[in-house]
């Protein structure tokens, strides 16, 4: 079946601090998503992004289809950005295959 | 746009009892919702395709018995936990795609459910 990994699985920082998280995916991509899981379990979306490049404020992700991965840009970093970050792969049922996710933790 | 809401956002309940979760697309219209299942320091996994007016499809090792789904309009999917037993808590997470905008996909919520 379709793979997702996705790296590092934990990521600690220093607010201000940059960071990039890597999705590494198995199959062709016709929807790809980034999210963050709140503490309270909300998925929010941040990116739809099969291919090309997109930034939203100090987010930014960038998909490379042909090498089958994905980037997720996060800059100056907050400590509300602390998180689980996940990145999903469609399925052929137009599910949502998941990555393990990135736990990150910003510190004041 | 693009907002799904679950009822309830926890719920406990006693082992043998029976728990409806609802799933709502607000804004738009999805002729398909997912359900998926988080365990605690785990990533999401597909319970089961539910498709407006037909049955929904269960992920290889779902009971279709035990988690009963209805997706009985455009706008309103459900799911069932029947019998729950100590093993089914878990946190409980739908989303939906428009149908008339791509693949995108919107989450719900979740419902945190615990059984005692």
């Known amino acids: 079946g379709i793979q997702v990994e996705?790296?590092?699985p934990d990521l600690i920082l220093q607010e201000g601090a940059n960071s990039t998280l890597r999705c590494n995916f198995s199959d062709s991509v016709n929807n790809l998503q980034w999210f963050h899981?709140?503490?309270?379990g909300q998925l929010i979306n941040l990116f739809?992004?099969?291919?090309g490049t997109k930034q939203n404020g100090r987010l930014s992700a960038t998909t490379v289809a042909t090498e089958r991965y994905s980037l997720l840009?996060?800059?100056s970093s907050q400590t509300t950005d602390s998180g689980v970050y996940f990145c999903a792969l469609g399925g052929s049922q137009g599910n949502l295959i998941f990555?393990?996710?990135t736990k990150l933790s910003v510190k004041p | 746009g693009a907002v799904v809401s679950q009822h309830p956002s926890w719920v406990i309940c006693k082992s043998g009892t029976s728990v409806k979760i609802e799933c709502r697309s607000l804004d738009f219209q999805a002729t398909t919702m997912f359900w998926y299942r988080q365990f605690p320091k785990q990533s999401?996994?597909?319970m089961a395709t539910s498709n407006e007016g037909s049955k929904a499809t269960y992920e290889q090792g779902v009971e279709k018995d035990k988690f009963l789904i209805n997706h009985a309009s455009l706008t309103l999917s459900t799911l069932t936990v029947t019998s729950a037993h100590p093993e089914?808590?878990?946190f409980y997470i739908c989303s939906a795609r428009d149908s008339g905008q791509g693949s995108e996909q919107y989450f719900g919520p979740g419902t945190r459910l615990t059984v005692t």
């Open chain 1, 48 to 51: 739809y992004i099969p291919s």
């Open chain 2, 88 to 90: 089914d808590s878990s």
């Open chain 2, 44 to 46: 999401l996994m597909l």
């Open chain 1, 99 to 101: 990555g393990k996710g």
């Open chain 1, 73 to 75: 840009y996060i800059s």
């Open chain 1, 37 to 40: 899981q709140n503490p309270w």
């Open chain 1, 6 to 8: 996705q790296s590092p």
